[in-house]
């Protein structure tokens, strides 16, 4: 009765962390650095440009030249960022042909499972490649701002928005893949003189969804 509801609920959590996830990858506030000696700029940077933010002049913003200069961790995030991404949006094609509301190969059950079992784990795997980067990111961000061989005038970086933008896109994805699943891997057999009566069922609900 419930595998509509979990399956659209599943899927549209997926998207949302899909879009959260490409939102991420080209916001640029990945770090903010606070200058006390002129509070009315804040300086921000990302995966591709840094920006300075003021208070009359608004933000002015400016690639970076060179992909090999970045740090480590920066050009990794790239990496880990766009397969995130791409791995998304072959997950929600794939898991939108197997949803039960389709009535695109509506005979050929099996396939369709096969087609949202595999759509769940992209998702999985989409999520953890973007939580990675964030992480990986906040942790240098952390290990920077305490280290004591810097000294103390010297500004420190600070974690930026977007960094809890993609913590909430891998869960998103996590939990969205992981609900897809569930219907396939939870659901019991059905007895073959009973599928299509279940898939007018799973139809009708789904129309008053």
Known sequence: VYRPTMQLSGILLSLLGWVLSCLTTYLPQWKNLNLELNELEIWTMGLWQACVVQEEGGMQCKDFDSFLALPPELRISRILMFFSNGSGLLGLLLSGFG?????????????????????????WISGITAIVPVSWVAHSTVQEFWDENIPDIVPRWDFGEALFVGWLAGFCLILGGTLLNCTIICSTEVHPSSVHYAVAEQQDQCQHL
């Open 99 to 123: 949803l039960d509301c389709l009535k695109i190969g509506e005979r050929q059950q099996e396939q369709k499972k096969r087609l949202l079992l595999f759509g769940g784990m992209l998702f």
